[in-house]
């Protein structure tokens, strides 16, 4: 039997100091408070989430950019509406967009999942029925496969009733069933018969049809159910109800932030191709309907920034085939609904890179912020960074969790690596390369099999997890000195490249 670990909130350092390991530490249940520092980006995320407001985060790489998007994404409410492309019968290459709200999707579903119809044996149906469709052979009586046009029973055709059948009609049925209705198959009988019924002094219309070795049958309200089922036949889902509120769009092509249409080889013929509305695709646009579109680098989108900068005015935009030379080329359906919020992060070199309209959106309904590398070293952010380990321990699900030994020497690292951003009395909001540190120490003490992760673990981890330059140096003395010796002479004249190792600063890679 397993034993439950106590979790207790660690508000201070002294709460984390009377632990055993990270393992008792309670994470809390709101995604943006396992956010380590950056209080005025998470307050801002707390306030888009329930005004609905548009975010730019702007700082370097591992700052939990992310992170915070992803958090906002799992405050917003459930999505309440799903998105469907319907056929056009006056114009194929003109779906209609149809929504469909809570309400009416799972009353929807519900009525899929009921059973449509009786079955029954063939033996119950009424005879002239089980006749009808194949089953009972009119010459004997006996029951019967449709798929077998004499009766195995007395061997007379079971439609005729009476002279013998045509000896090669079973070998004929068995070829009609592998080959099945691409020519059309040989069996006995009608797939279904139309009749009446009187019940209680009312006629009601009842269908019978073939449902493998039974019969469906079925009355008016089954009749009624179908038909609302097959109503939805000519539509397809491009947003389901229950979805993911979190879209991630960094570094999308054109075809996958906009939505596109398929090429159908056959034109859409209405024989041989697939229908225009089956080939639409929704895009990160639409697909981040009622929820967060995350572009992280958004300067690196280009021109698709004016895409989504329509896309936020209109709150819906139009999917079209993207490809000239492709059938889909023609189709296009029109204010496919895409209300999202926008979390776009970039480094502080590219916010010139940013559309100033843009920029603009997002100032006059939502923040930009500036997110910060480093949060003070008080005894409150210790017991933050503690959570953070048993953060990145649970997230991993690989490694064991962290005694207090080893999480005061993640401190001190997050203190050093806070001194060379010049962030002095400080712990590092860096926090994606500590967590690689944490995970190198897990592995550690997986292959050791210790049940923690000791001070032990990461000192040893500190050593693996150096940049391959830093490595360079110690081995060689330099940079230059390592690419001249780990370069053969063959490579240096076949590429003028290697010559100019010489004049490499090795500052720049400090």
């Known amino acids: 039997m397993i034993e439950m670990t106590e979790k207790i909130a660690a508000e201070t350092w002294s709460d984390v100091e009377k632990m055993r390991s990270t393992e008792e530490i309670l994470i809390p249940s709101d995604p943006l408070d396992r956010v380590l520092g950056q209080e005025e980006a998470i307050e801002l995320a707390k306030i888009a989430a329930r005004q609905r407001r548009h975010l730019l985060l702007v700082g370097p790489p591992g700052t939990g950019k992310s992170m915070i998007a992803r958090a906002l994404s799992m405050n917003l409410p459930a999505p309440s509406h799903e998105v469907r492309v319907v056929e056009n019968p006056e114009n194929a290459e003109r779906p209609f967009v149809e929504i469909l709200d809570r309400e009416e999707v799972e009353k929807e579903e ?40 004499s009766c195995p029973f ?22 009609g069933g592998l080959l099945g209705e691409s ?15 009187t019940i209680n002094g009312f006629e009601e219309t009842v269908i019978f049809e073939r449902a493998g070795d039974k019969i469906r049958m079925l009355d008016e309200a089954a009749i009624d159910k179908r038909s609302e089922i097959s109503r939805t036949s000519n539509e397809k889902t491009l947003v389901k109800l229950n979805r993911n509120p979190f879209v ?12 596109d249409v398929r090429h159908d080889p056959y034109g859409g013929h209405e024989k041989l191709g697939t229908p225009a509305y089956e080939r639409v695709i929704a895009g990160s646009i639409h697909e981040a309907h009622e929820g967060v579109l995350f572009v992280d680098e958004i300067s690196h989108l280009g021109d698709l920034q004016r895409y989504i900068l329509t896309a936020m005015q209109e709150k819906s935009f139009p999917i079209m085939g993207r490809n000239p030379q492709s059938a889909g080329a023609s189709v296009k359906v029109e204010e496919v609904p895409c209300d999202f919020i926008l979390v776009a992060a970039c480094n502080m070199q590219d916010i010139e890179n940013i ?23 008080n005894d409150r952010n210790r017991a933050k960074y503690a959570q953070f380990v048993a953060q990145e321990v649970n997230l991993d699900g690989h490694i064991p969790h962290a005694d207090i030994e080893a999480v005061k020497l993640i401190i001190d690292e997050g203190k050093r690596r806070a001194r060379d951003d010049n962030q002095p009395n400080s712990l590092t909001l860096r926090l994606r390369e500590l967590g690689g540190l944490i995970r190198s120490a897990g592995d550690i003490a ?34 230059t000195s390592g690419l001249s010796k780990d370069v053969s002479s063959a490579q240096k004249e076949r590429s003028g490249y290697y010559y100019q190792t010489d004049h490499v600063d090795d500052s720049m890679f400090s």
């Open 248 to 259: 991630l769009a960094t570094g999308a092509s054109e075809t996958e932030l906009l939505g």
């Open 183 to 197: 020519v059309g198959q040989l069996t006995a009988g009608k797939e279904k018969v139309r009749t009446t019924r």
């Open 110 to 149: 519900a009525l899929k999942s009921e059973p449509i119809g009786v079955l029954e044996n063939p033996e119950d149906a009424p005879p002239s029925v089980a006749e009808h469709l194949g089953y009972r052979c009119k010459n004997c009586g006996k029951i019967s496969q449709p798929t077998d046009l």
């Open 446 to 479: 997986v292959m050791e099999g210790a049940e923690l992760i000791t001070a032990e673990h990461i000192r040893r981890a500190l050593r693996r997890s150096r940049p391959v330059e830093d490595q360079i140096r110690e081995r060689y003395g330099s940079y």
């Open 154 to 175: 007395c061997n007379y055709s079971k439609m005729s009733g009476g002279g013998k059948g045509n000896p090669f009609q079973d070998l004929m049925g068995n070829i």
């Open 355 to 377: 559309l100033s309209p843009l920029r603009s959106r997002i100032i006059g309904n939502g923040y930009e912020i500036l997110v910060d590398i480093a949060m003070p070293d």
